[in-house]
Nanobody
């Protein structure tokens, strides 16, 4: 498994931006698919964005597709989630995940084997 640590969360006004980081341990980071999920109080954890190991393909939840960008820097063993035009409904704890996944499994909240501890994102109106 991969050890993951998220950072970059905080409080921002609606319309603002944040960039989340997910630092991963291990020398084989580039082989892993990386994903971002979020969970709001009283709701189930939901898929936000992911890319598979090569970084050549990405998936997004429809509600964030034109506002969020997922990326990775294999040299730094770090994945990022750039979040622009934030909305109040984006408020949640954001988690990164890693595993050797492809295809539709990337959207699943149960398929990923490694998870970070989460970082809080709060968007105020």
């Amino acid at each position: 498994q991969v050890q993951l640590v998220e950072s970059g969360g905080g409080l921002v006004q609606a319309g603002g931006s944040l960039r989340l980081s997910c630092a991963a341990s291990g020398r084989t980071f580039s082989r892993y698919a990386m994903g971002w999920f979020r969970q709001s109080p009283g709701k189930e954890r939901e898929f936000v964005a992911a890319f598979w190991w090569s970084g050549s393909g990405t998936l997004y939840q429809d509600s964030v597709k034109d506002r969020f960008t997922i990326s990775r820097d294999n040299a730094k063993n770090t994945a990022y989630l750039q979040m622009n035009s934030l909305k109040v409904e984006d408020t949640a704890v954001y988690y990164c995940a890693a595993d050797l996944l492809i295809g539709s499994a990337l959207r699943s909240t149960t398929a990923w084997g490694s998870w970070g501890q989460g970082t809080q994102v709060t968007v105020s109106s």
